[in-house]
C-alpha cells in the first residue's frame, strides 16, 4: 500500500504478511464480479440451483410449518413451506421485517463514489491511499473487469445524483497532485453507508445473516468475510438439526456466537471510518501529515504485520465460550496440501468418527446434540468429548430458494451485487 499526502508518500509493506497456519497468509483484491461467478459455479456444481429474480413477499412465520409466498420474474406467486427462513437480503432485509426484528442504528451524512475503471499513472499491483483535508480517495488494483476500483467521498457540490467521470475526475484533481487519467468506467454508482445492527438474529424459525444483520462502512473490508461467516455459522447448524443429527437447542448458538462478532465489526469499522473522514483540524492533522510517516514504522514488524492481520482477516475470531464450546487443547493442523505445500484444514483430515462439540457427553451416557449413544474414550480434542458414528446425509436436507431453498430451508437473498 502506499500512502500519499500532497506531494509526499510513504509505503506499507502488506506482501510478507508473517502468519503461519493458513493456506491464504496475504491480501486479495477481488472484484464483487467475479466474487459472485465464482460462488455461483461452486453452487452450480454441487447442483444447487440460483433462482434468479423470485421475490418474498410475505412471510407466516406463526403458521406451522412457516410458509412463503414468492413472486417469479413472470409475475406468478408460489407458496413454499420451510422448517426454516434465513434472511440474507440485505439492508432492507423483507424476512427482518416479517420477522419483526429492529435494525437499530443511522445513516452517516457523508456520500460516496465507487467505479471500477481505468487510470493512467498510478504505479500498479498497489493500494493507492490519498489521506487528503477534502476527503478519502482510494485505488484499489483488480485486474477484472477492470484495472482499478475507485472509492472516494463525494465533494459538497456533488452529495447525491448519478455519478458522472467528470465528477470522478473533479474529486481526483481536487485531492492529489498526481496527474491521473480516468478512462473507460465498466460501472460506477453513489451510495451512502449506513452503520446498523439487528436487535436479534433470530425470532423463531427466521434468521439473519450477513448485511440483513449488520450493515457498515467499507473501512477495513469486513463486510463480505463477515456475511460469509455468519451463513457457514448458521450453514452447518441447520444442516446437522435438519437431518436429524442434533437437537435444535443447537441453532440457539448461532446468535450467540455471532452476535457479538457483528458488534465488534460495527464498532471497529466505525472508529475506522470517523479517523478517515472527520473534520476535526487535530485528527486531519494527524492524518493527513503524521500517518504518513508513523503507520509504516511499527508495520516493519513482522509481529505487528501478524497481528493486524489476523483481525483484519477475522482469523483471530474464537467461540470459546460458546456453550457449542467444550474445554481442551486446540488439535494440531494434519498434513499438507499437494498443491500448495499449507497445512490442511484440520476438518478435511479428521477420520470419518466425527466428534460432537455441541455438548460435554462423556463415554456411555447419551449426546444431547444427536441422541445417540456415545462410544470410545475421550480424545484430545477436549475433556469429555466424543465421537458419533459416521452417518449419511438424507434427501431431506436443505433446498434453496429465489435465492436458495429446500424442503427444510428458505435460503431468502445472497445479497444485491448491483445495488
Known amino acids: 500500500m502506499r500512502l500519499h499526502t500532497g506531494r509526499r508518500s510513504a509505503a506499507v509493506a502488506l506482501g510478507d504478511i508473517g502468519v503461519g497456519g493458513t493456506a491464504y497468509p496475504f491480501l486479495l483484491f477481488l472484484s464483487q464480479a467475479e466474487t459472485e461467478r465464482i460462488l455461483a459455479e461452486h453452487l452450480q456444481r454441487a447442483g444447487v440451483v440460483i433462482e434468479r429474480g423470485v421475490r418474498l413477499e410475505e412471510a407466516d412465520l406463526a403458521a406451522t410449518p412457516p410458509t412463503c409466498r414468492l413472486r417469479h420474474p413472470d409475475g406468478r406467486t408460489e407458496t413454499v413451506a420451510a422448517r426454516y427462513l434465513v434472511g440474507c437480503d440485505g439492508a432492507h432485509s423483507t424476512v ?29 499491483g498497489e493500494v493507492h491511499a490519498y489521506l487528503t483535508g477534502p476527503g478519502i480517495l482510494f485505488f484499489f488494483p483488480l485486474g477484472a473487469p477492470s484495472t482499478w476500483r475507485m472509492l472516494a467521498m463525494r465533494q459538497a457540490e456533488h452529495p447525491d445524483g448519478e455519478v458522472s467521470l467528470d465528477e470522478l475526475h473533479g474529486i481526483v484533481a481536487a485531492r492529489t497532485p498526481d496527474r491521473l487519467r480516468l478512462r473507460d468506467p465498466v460501472w460506477m454508482t453513489g451510495f451512502r453507508i449506513h452503520l446498523r445492527g439487528a436487535s436479534r438474529y433470530r425470532a423463531g424459525s427466521a434468521f439473519l445473516a450477513g448485511d440483513a444483520a449488520h450493515i457498515h462502512s467499507p473501512a477495513g473490508g469486513q463486510g463480505m468475510n463477515t456475511g460469509i461467516q455468519d451463513a457457514v455459522n448458521l450453514g452447518w447448524k441447520l444442516g446437522l438439526v435438519a437431518t436429524g443429527k442434533a437437537d435444535p437447542a443447537m ?108 455438548c460435554s457427553a462423556s463415554r456411555g451416557t447419551t449426546c444431547c446434540c444427536a441422541g445417540q449413544p456415545t462410544r470410545g474414550r475421550p480424545t484430545s480434542l477436549g475433556r469429555g468429548g466424543h465421537r458419533h458414528p459416521p452417518s449419511r446425509a438424507g434427501s431431506g436436507g436443505v433446498q434453496l430458494l429465489g435465492v436458495l431453498r429446500t424442503t427444510e430451508l428458505v435460503t431468502v437473498g445472497l445479497r444485491h451485487w448491483a445495488a
Open 96 to 124: 427482518r421485517y416479517q420477522a419483526g426484528i429492529e435494525f437499530r442504528g443511522a445513516p452517516y451524512p457523508q456520500t460516496f463514489v465507487l467505479a471500477d475503471l481505468e487510470v493512467d499513472g498510478l504505479h500498479p
Open 251 to 358: 441453532l440457539d448458538t448461532y446468535e450467540t456466537e455471532r452476535a457479538p462478532v457483528g458488534r465488534a465489526v460495527l464498532r471497529f469499522t466505525n472508529r475506522l471510518f470517523t479517523l478517515a473522514t472527520t473534520t476535526n483540524p487535530v485528527i486531519r492533522t494527524v492524518r493527513t501529515r503524521l500517518a504518513p510517516a508513523l503507520v509504516p514504522l511499527p508495520l516493519r514488524s513482522r509481529a505487528v504485520r501478524a497481528a493486524a492481520f489476523r483481525v483484519i482477516s477475522q482469523l483471530a475470531i474464537s467461540y470459546r465460550h460458546s456453550p457449542a464450546s467444550v474445554e481442551g487443547h486446540r488439535a494440531p493442523g494434519v498434513g499438507r496440501a499437494r498443491e500448495t505445500g499449507y497445512p490442511t484444514r484440520l476438518s478435511s483430515t479428521m477420520d470419518s468418527q466425527r466428534r460432537c462439540t455441541g
